[in-house]
C-alpha cells in the first residue's frame, strides 16, 4: 500500500473533479469456484485499490460528493473468520490506512444509498463486470438488476479515467517492479525454449516466478509455437526444431500493478532464415513506434506507422504489393497485423477497460476505425506525459483468415495469396514492451528483456 496521503490525494482530486451525488465504489468479494469455499484467486476492483488501497474483499467505499465526507463500509472479521483466516486489521484501522476518517457496517451501505435516492439524491457508480456485483448492487440501490445500469454514472467514468491515465511516480516505481518480474519469466522460458519440453512446462516455470515473487502473472499465460492464434491459452504441445514460441505473459505486483511484455524465440536457439525476416520486421515496427514515442503524438499515429513497417517488410518479402501507404489505407496489411498496436496499462493490463475502451483510449479529436484490424487499437488518442501504455506489434500467418480473404477475393491487387501461404506453419510474431511517456520524450519500463536476434539466441544458448 502507498502512504495514506496518496490515496487522500486521489479522492480529494477525484471530489474535485465532480459536481454533487454519491460516489460508490463496490470490493470484489471472494468468487466461487466449484463451491462456496473453494474460491478463484482473489482480485480487489482496480478503481477501488486506486481511491481505497485496500486488497481484500467485504469492503465498499463512498465519497460524498455534498459533504465532502469519505466512508468506507465493511465489518470487523467473527471469531470463526479469525479461526480459519488469522487476524487481521479491523475496518477502522483499514481505514485509517488510506486517510478515511468515517467508517459503517456493511449493512448499512444499503439503507444509506437508498435514503439518499428517496431523497432525490444522485448515486453514482462505475461499470460493473462481474454477475455477483451486479445483483449485490440491485439490493444496495434497491432497484432490479435490469436497473442497476441506469446509475452508471459518465461524469465518474470520465473523472476516474482522466485520473487513472496519469501515473505518478509510485505507480510508474510499482509498474518497474512488474516488468522486472517479467524479465526473469521470459529469460526463464527463452532458456527452457529446447525440443523436448513442453509448453506447459515453461508456462507452468513462468507462473511460478509470478507467484513467488509476490503477485500472480497479471492475465493468464499466452505461451505456444502456434503463435498465429493471438490469445493461445493451450500449453499441451512438445516444442520441435523449426518452430517459434510466442510468449505474452507478465506479473502484478503484491499491489496491483501489472506488467505485459511478450517476446518470440526460435525452439532451439537459432532462428532459421525466414523465421528471422518475419522477425527483424516485428522488432523495427516495435523499436520505431517506441523511438516515435512522446507527449502529443496519437497512438493512431504509431499504429499506422507500424503498419507501414509491416507492410513494406512484407512487401520486400514478396508477400504483399503495390504502394505501402496504399496498401495500409486499404487495410490489407491487417491480414497479417490484425491487432491493435497496444492499450494502456497500470492497475488493470488493459488499464481501465471496464469502464469502457473508447473513453480510455478515444476522445473528441480521435474517433475509433471500424476497419478491419484498426477497429481492434484499443488506444488512439494522443499520449500525455504520465501515460503507460504497450507497444505490441505482430505479423502472423493465420491459415483460416487467409483463406478467407483468398476466397473471397480480398485486396487481390495487394496480396500475392501463393506466397502469403508458403508462410503458413511459421506461426506468429509479437514483441511487446511496456513503455512510459515523460515529459520529452519516452521510456521502455523495467531492465530491458532481450528481443534483437543475437540477444534472444545469446540468451537461449547461455
Ligand atoms: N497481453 C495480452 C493483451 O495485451 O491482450
Ligand atoms: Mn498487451
Redesign the pocket.
Known amino acids: 500500500m502507498f502512504q495514506k496521503e496518496v490515496y487522500w490525494q486521489r479522492r480529494k482530486r477525484l471530489h474535485g473533479l465532480l459536481g454533487d451525488g454519491i460516489l460508490l465504489f463496490q470490493g470484489n468479494d471472494e468468487s466461487a469456484m466449484n463451491y462456496r469455499a473453494n474460491t478463484y484467486h482473489y482480485r480487489q476492483d482496480s478503481s477501488f485499490l486506486y481511491f481505497f488501497g485496500i486488497g481484500q474483499p467485504g469492503l465498499s467505499g463512498v465519497c460524498d460528493l455534498d459533504s465532502g465526507e469519505d466512508i468506507l463500509y465493511g465489518d470487523d472479521l467473527t471469531i470463526d473468520d479469525i479461526i480459519w483466516m488469522g487476524e487481521h486489521p479491523s475496518t477502522a484501522d483499514l481505514a485509517a490506512s488510506v486517510g478515511v476518517g468515517l467508517t459503517r457496517p456493511s449493512a448499512d451501505l444499503a439503507k444509506d444509498l437508498q435514503q439518499a435516492i428517496a431523497k432525490g439524491r444522485k448515486v453514482h457508480i462505475l461499470p460493473p463486470y462481474r454477475g455477483d456485483n451486479i445483483i449485490a448492487l440491485a439490493g444496495l440501490l434497491g432497484c432490479s438488476v435490469g436497473e442497476v445500469d441506469k446509475y452508471v454514472s459518465e461524469p465518474f467514468i470520465r473523472a476516474v479515467v482522466e485520473l487513472r491515465s496519469v501515473k505518478d511516480e509510485y505507480e510508474i516505481a510499482e509498474i518497474e517492479k512488474a516488468v522486472d518480474v517479467a524479465h526473469i519469466m521470459h529469460t526463464t522460458a527463452m532458456k527452457m525454449g529446447f525440443p523436448g519440453n513442453f509448453e506447459r512446462e515453461l508456462a507452468g516455470a513462468i507462473e511460478g516466478i509470478a507467484l513467488s515473487h509476490g503477485g500472480p502473472v497479471s492475465?493468464p499465460v499466452?505461451l505456444s509455437m502456434d503463435g498465429q492464434t493471438?490469445?493461445n491459452h493451450d500449453h499441451s504441445n512438445e516444442l520441435v526444431e523449426g518452430r517459434m514460441v510466442v510468449t505474452?505473459?507478465?506479473a502484478e505486483t503484491p499491489m496491483g500493478y501489472a506488467s505485459?511484455i511478450?517476446r518470440t524465440f526460435p525452439v532451439g536457439g537459432k532462428f532459421s532464415d525466414r523465421q528471422r525476416a518475419v522477425y527483424e520486421i516485428v522488432l523495427k515496427a516495435n523499436m520505431e513506434a517506441i523511438e516515435h514515442t512522446k507527449p502529443g503524438i496519437r497512438n493512431l499515429d504509431l499504429h499506422l506507422g507500424a503498419a507501414r513497417t509491416i507492410a513494406a517488410g512484407l512487401k520486400e518479402l514478396g508477400i504483399l504489393k503495390g504502394n505501402v501507404d496504399d496498401i495500409v489505407a486499404s487495410g490489407a496489411h491487417a491480414l497479417f497485423f490484425p491487432?491493435g498496436l497496444?492499450?494502456m496499462m497500470g492497475l488493470d493490463?488493459?488499464d481501465m477497460e471496464g469502464l469502457g475502451e473508447n473513453y480510455v483510449g478515444y476522445d473528441e479529436t480521435v474517433q475509433r476505425s471500424d476497419q478491419f484490424g484498426l477497429a481492434f487499437l484499443r488506444l488512439g488518442r494522443a499520449l500525455k506525459p504520465g501515460f503507460v501504455f504497450?507497444i505490441?506489434p505482430g505479423c502472423y500467418f493465420i491459415p483460416a483468415l487467409i483463406g478467407m480473404w483468398k476466397q473471397e477475393g480480398r485486396h487481390k491487387e495487394f496480396i500475392n495469396y501463393s506466397e502469403a501461404e508458403s508462410y503458413i506453419g511459421l506461426g506468429g510474431v509479437r514483441i511487446?514492451d511496456d513503455v512510459l511517456v515523460t515529459d520529452t520524450g519516452h521510456k521502455v519500463l523495467g531492465t530491458p528483456i532481450p528481443k534483437s536476434v543475437a540477444d534472444v539466441e545469446q540468451t537461449m544458448n547461455s
Request: hydrophobic share 30%.
Open positions: 492475465f499466452i493471438l490469445h505474452d505473459a507478465g505485459d511478450t491487432h497496444g492499450h493490463v488493459h504497450t505490441e511487446e
